[in-house]
């Protein structure tokens, strides 16, 4: 009865099937396996539990040793989960992800391996971990909070977009009709405060009734 060898190293093989007269042939050693290690049986014929007669040959197929290179497909700009589906479908895989000042919101500014900056085309071996910098989704700019007393809703939202900010919580007081033409008189943080904000970082606004 022919064993079961699959998973097994093959180096450790000749003998088990010599014991019970069979010999061992590998027939393909061309697939390469991301999560397996290599020389492991990853086929055989005759099948498991199949009778045959002495000095039988059981023919193996063995995963690959060596992985083979592959070329660093091109993910800079795109975002993190598309990133992390492409590089599995060169057989990569995604490892530690880290952060950098950017607007681009996990959107891959940088891909490493091994700390080495890799650029698209460069060849890896199969099965690589890959790291990933992102983008934080804030700029790199100190900035301070804007003037922003006194303007309408509408003024406000204008001065916090061309400063590279933008609004977070807004809250008007109850006798507020118009909301744009409300007018600021409070912000969070607040105007002249000594704060240093990045690019995409919010403001919060508090409104009153204009006049």
């Known amino acids: 009865m022919v064993?079961?060898?699959?998973?097994?190293?093959?180096?450790?093989?000749?003998?088990?099937?010599?014991a019970k007269n069979m010999r061992?042939?590998?027939?393909?050693?061309?697939?390469?396996?991301?999560?397996?290690?290599?020389g492991i049986v990853i086929e055989q014929e005759p099948a498991p539990g199949s009778q045959v007669k002495e000095n039988r040959t059981v023919y193996v197929t063995v995963s690959k040793i060596v992985p083979p290179q592959v070329k660093m497909p091109a993910i800079i700009d795109v975002s993190d989960r598309q990133a992390e589906a492409i590089l599995l479908s060169y057989g990569l895989k995604t490892g530690l992800r880290t952060y950098k000042p950017d607007l681009a919101k996990n959107a891959v500014l940088e891909i490493q391996?091994?700390?080495k900056v890799l650029k698209p085309g460069d060849e890896i071996p199969?099965?690589?971990?890959?790291?990933l910098v992102?983008?934080?989704?804030?700029?790199?700019?100190?900035l301070s909070v804007p003037p922003l007393l006194n303007l309408t809703y509408e003024e406000a939202l204008f001065s916090l977009k061309a400063s590279g900010l933008i609004s977070g919580a807004v809250t008007?007081?109850?006798?507020?009709?118009?909301?744009?033409?409300?007018i600021v008189y409070r912000t969070v943080p607040e105007q002249g405060d000594t704060v240093i904000l990045k690019q995409g970082q919010t403001i919060d606004l508090y409104l009153k009734k204009g006049n």
């Open 126 to 131: 199969k099965g690589s971990v890959i790291d």
């Open 24 to 38: 061992m042939e590998i027939s393909d050693s061309s697939v390469f396996l991301v999560d397996q290690p290599g």
């Open 134 to 142: 992102l983008g934080d989704g804030f700029g790199s700019t100190d």
């Open 113 to 115: 391996w091994k700390g």
């Open 172 to 182: 008007f007081d109850e006798d507020v009709s118009d909301t744009l033409n409300a």
């Open 3 to 18: 064993p079961d060898v699959k998973g097994k190293k093959w180096m450790l093989l000749e003998k088990e099937l010599a």
